[in-house]
């Protein structure tokens, strides 16, 4: 099974950036996809970004398109996301995910969690 840690969360301003990371340990890291989620308190957890296995191939959820970008490094087993123009409706407990299949299906495919990491955003 593969394990999953986050870093590089924060708090930091509106307007601003933060680089979340998300170290991956088990076999077949680099054979599927991966996907980041986010929760805010009192809500439902929501599909962020996900990438396929190769990394050639992004999605992006409508309310932070053009905002957040997702990447990664297979020979390193890392998963990033890069976060601009932070808004306040950006914080969250935000969750790297492991997809059982080469290309992102949905959130039924997920298979592990990592134990996420907290992104505040200040007005």
């Known amino acids: 099974q593969v394990q999953l840690v986050e870093s590089g969360g924060g708090l930091v301003q509106a307007g601003g950036s933060l680089r979340l990371s998300c170290a991956a340990s088990?076999?077949?890291?680099?054979?599927?996809?991966m996907a980041w989620f986010r929760q805010a308190p009192g809500k439902e957890r929501e599909f962020v970004a996900a990438?396929?296995?190769?990394?050639?191939?992004?999605s992006y959820a409508d309310s932070v398109r053009g905002r957040f970008a997702i990447s990664r490094d297979n020979a390193k087993n890392m998963v990033y996301l890069q976060m601009n123009s932070l808004k306040p409706e950006d914080t969250a407990v935000y969750s790297c995910?492991?997809?059982?299949?080469?290309?992102?299906?949905?959130?039924?495919?997920?298979?592990?969690w990592g134990q996420g990491t907290q992104v505040t955003v200040s007005s």
């Open positions: 995910a492991f997809h059982y299949g080469a290309d992102w299906a949905g959130e039924r495919f997920i298979r592990s």
């Open positions: 088990g076999p077949g890291f680099s054979d599927n996809a």
């Open positions: 990438i396929n296995w190769r990394g050639l191939r992004a």
